[in-house]
């Protein structure tokens, strides 16, 4: 089974992608909405999160905005929220990888917006990076609600530059020429990882 690690800078369309690898029968693990649950009232997360940042209770759930205000810009606030979520994010990513494997597919991805700076890309066969132009990015970014240049511009401080992930990608997945292209990019690589499934399977009966 190939792992396919999916990841790329903030405003470049991970989501939309993901969302065709679906829709073409790939599973995908969506790290973001893993910790999103992790952090649900009665999740793994919420409960230490709570004593840490007591303050970010808000009508029984974490307050993701108060939350987002303690750990940006303070190193040791984001180090000890990480030290919550990642060991529970890895124990969930193994588990998906171990289902999907049993079940017989041949491919499935990980979703990941970290995956380079988090070392997490040692995990995948093939890596898959999103990439528009930047004029296009900040667009996408800065029509978010709560979004402003100086919080764009400390999360692009935590991430690797785009032009650095394209080097290390094994795919590079357009999102800047509408989605049709986008749409045809992620089939190219689908049935690349198939074809490449089935001449290994081949050669394996062979010998």
């Known amino acids: 089974m190939d792992i396919l690690g999916l990841t790329g800078s903030i405003g470049m369309g991970k989501s939309t992608a993901a969302g065709m690898f679906r829709y073409l029968g790939v599973p995908v ?6 910790a999103h649950d992790l952090m649900a009232p009665g ?13 970010v209770i808000v009508d029984g759930k974490i307050d993701r905005q108060i939350l987002g205000g303690h750990v940006f810009g303070n190193a040791d606030a984001l180090a000890q929220l990480e030290g919550i979520l990642h ?32 070392g997490g890309d040692k995990q995948c066969y093939y890596v898959a990076v999103v990439s528009a132009p930047g004029f296009i990015q900040r667009q996408r970014v800065l029509r978010r609600g709560g979004m402003s240049e ?5 999360i692009l401080q935590k991430q690797l ?12 997945i357009p999102t800047g020429l509408g ?3 986008t749409f045809r990019s992620i089939q190219s690589i689908i049935g690349h990882l198939n ?4 001449r290994t399977k081949n050669a394996r009966n062979r010998s």
Not at 43 to 55: E, H, N, R, T, V
Not at 161 to 172: C, E, M, S, T
Request: proline residues 7%.
């Open 179 to 181: 989605r049709a292209v």
């Open 87 to 118: 060991p529970l994010i890895r124990a969930k990513r193994d588990a998906f990888i171990r289902n999907c494997r049993r079940a017989g597919y041949a491919v499935v991805v990980l979703d990941v917006p970290l995956l380079f700076e988090t």
């Open 150 to 154: 100086r919080k764009f511009a400390g």
């Open 161 to 172: 530059p785009d032009p650095q992930k394209r080097r290390r990608a094994d795919f590079i």
């Open 195 to 198: 074809n490449r499934n089935k």
């Open 29 to 34: 693990y969506d790290a973001d909405a893993n």
């Open 43 to 55: 999740g793994a997360a919420f409960s230490d999160i709570a004593i840490l940042f007591p303050d």
